[in-house]
């Protein structure tokens, strides 16, 4: 994407993993700023590409191996997840079947040089890696008209991209984390 730079990204990256063939399913990292859009690209291809869409937040709804309470014993104590336990934790989710069957898009994970050698160690290695950028004023921007939909989890924006049915518009919220 860097240097080919498609008008139409999505469709780039579904022409691009078409192409490579083979029985092989979907592997792949969407990393970027906070607000740069990588849930909303992810959302987009997961839905062209019939993969599964992984973000960490979502590793604690429905799972309750020993791993996801180990980890939810340190976001219940406000501490840090360690990464060795991230590492375990996206490794033991990427084994589900519906991963291996049909493919996944990790949103927002690694973060950081250890994470990614963690992951890599853990036998975690995408196909492909989309990293997202843009300049700060435009994160700002979308950062500060961010709301959410608390029964769906799906992201609006003041601007650009307000929902129609006014039931929807009445529910959203502004997220806790928002600054500039």
């Not at 709301?147 to 769906?152: A, C, E, N, T």
Request: glycine share 4%; proline share 8%; hydrophobic share 40%.
């Amino acid at each position: 994407l860097l240097t080919d730079r498609p008008e139409d990204p999505i469709q780039y990256l579904i022409d691009m993993l078409k192409k490579s063939g083979g029985d092989e399913v979907p592997r792949i990292f969407i990393l970027g700023p906070p607000a740069s859009g990588k849930k909303t690209i992810a959302k987009m291809l997961c839905d062209q590409i019939n993969a599964v869409l992984l973000k960490p937040e979502d590793f604690f709804l429905d799972d309750v191996s020993e791993r996801v309470k180990e980890a939810l014993s340190y976001k219940m104590s406000n501490k840090e997840i360690p990464n060795t336990l991230w590492a375990m934790l996206i490794q033991e989710r990427l084994s589900k079947v519906d991963c291996f069957k049909r493919g996944w898009v990790l949103v927002g994970f690694p973060t950081t040089r250890e994470q990614a050698v963690l992951l890599q160690e853990a036998s975690v290695m995408p196909q492909h890696v989309v990293l997202l950028d843009a300049p700060d004023t435009v994160l700002i921007e979308r950062n500060l008209g961010k709301r959410i939909d608390p029964h769906s989890g799906d992201v609006y924006h003041t601007t650009f991209e307000w929902p129609s049915n006014p039931n929807v518009q009445k529910q959203l919220v502004k997220p806790d984390n928002i600054s500039e």
